[in-house]
């Protein structure tokens, strides 16, 4: 596995309803790349990562590197990118009419 190469975010799943959370500026978790918290330092986002692990309500807590440019931040990732916008919004289509055949 590669190395985590900073700037990152802090990515989770939520226990209950499986949406992608991301640790946010406020301290709290959010559904929206854009208000999470970007780390600089490794050694920080571990330590929160320790901070924000319950697994009572997040799994799969984990270092999600990103790529911040004119303040926006995106991920660096193909998977996060579909993490980011959901699934959903990849996989199937947004209008017309559905076939899937097994």
Do not use: F
């Not at 959370?21 to 050694?43: F, H, I, K, P, R």
């Not at 998977?79 to 699934?87: L, N, T």
């Amino acid at each position: 596995m590669a190395k985590v190469q900073a700037p990152v975010v802090i990515s989770a799943n939520c226990l209950l309803t499986g949406a992608v959370l991301y640790w946010g500026s406020e301290g709290l978790w959010c559904t929206n790349l854009a208000g999470a918290q970007v780390y600089d330092d490794l050694d920080a986002a571990a330590v929160s990562v320790a901070a924000v692990t319950d697994p009572a309500a997040v799994i799969g807590v984990e270092l999600v590197p990103v790529k911040v440019s004119n303040e926006t931040v995106e991920p660096r990732h193909y998977r996060e990118a579909i993490r980011a916008s959901g699934p959903g919004a990849y996989v199937l289509p947004t209008a017309g009419e559905v076939h899937v055949s097994v």
